[in-house]
């Protein structure tokens, strides 16, 4: 799109500032499409964080030990916790919380594909621990360099927190692999379902990503979705021979050149059909966040008239 004539030294100035490696923040002019791609991926990422909270939490009553309740319980509220921090960063953008709410429940914002897939068994959430957390720490570390200066400091902390909601799910794995032949076979079997949807998290190949050119000119993104596939394939082969398990890639080989793990073909189909709705969860988890957002109704309506009752007497002392 053209820039109009008196905002193209604003859009230089701007860009420089992005060259020379600093922070863009909330009061800073910024082009509306810079504004637009951030309050697009950050909501996308807010409402992953809590649809995520879905396929765990649905294990919370059912996990194996007292010990096991205590992480998965920690290792849910903080996905809450990461919903609400990057809600608000979105907020510094000028949009309403309740209105990024309202698209994800009308299906007009995305949340990340990975959580459509239903949590089977309780290998499930070790697996999902394992990979579906270190694939967002391998894209979350490299967010945290982001040019917007409120997206860069969440994931600071958030990649702390991911960092232990790896470890529990890889130690939940590797003690289901250590252990009987069954709980082996447990772990394979989810490894097996969710490997590929895993991979697919990092989004479209780059011949086919339309957002990534100006993400990447603007360093929100700062590697592209096949660098950070690549370098999260590469990280956990030797995690997944550690443990034992196979990945369900039989082209999965390692190139010595380039010390990559090359691997299969992505069924890119299978993506956008649960990008359309039609993987197995779209309906449950839309259907639980409504349910959600219906039950709260009347927490939204006393905070309100709280608010209101608190106005009103600051007015009254006030005149
Ligand atoms: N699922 O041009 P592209 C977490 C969409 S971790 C759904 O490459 P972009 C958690 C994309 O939005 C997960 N949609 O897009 C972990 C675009 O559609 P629109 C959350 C996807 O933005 C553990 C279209 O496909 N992490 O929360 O350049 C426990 C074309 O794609 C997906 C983040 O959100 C997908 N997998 O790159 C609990 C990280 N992939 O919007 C919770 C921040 C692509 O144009 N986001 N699409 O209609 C990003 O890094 C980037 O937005 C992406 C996509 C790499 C995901």
Redesign the pocket.
Known sequence: MPVPPDESALLADFEARIAAGESIEPKDWMPERYRKQLT??MS??AH??IV??LPEGNWITRAPSLRRKLSLLAKVQD?AG?GLYIYCGTETLGVDRHELNAQLLDGRA?????FNYPTLTWADVGV?GWL??G??IV??TV?AKASYGPYARAMVRICKE?NF?KRQGYEVCMVLAKGTPEQKAMVQDAVNRLWWPSL?????SDTN????AE?LKWRV?RKT?DELRQRFINLTVPQAIALGITLPDPDLKLNEETGNWEFGEIDWSEFHAV?KGEGPCNHERIAARQKAHDDGAWVRAAATAYAEKQQARKSTVAA
């Open positions: 697009r991926m996308q990422h992953s964080e995520g909270m996905e990461h995305k949340y990340s594909s990975i999902v579906v957390d694939a967002a894209n979350q967010l991911e909601h697919m998290m990092f989004g479209p990503s339309p957002n990534s993400l993104k979705n990008l």
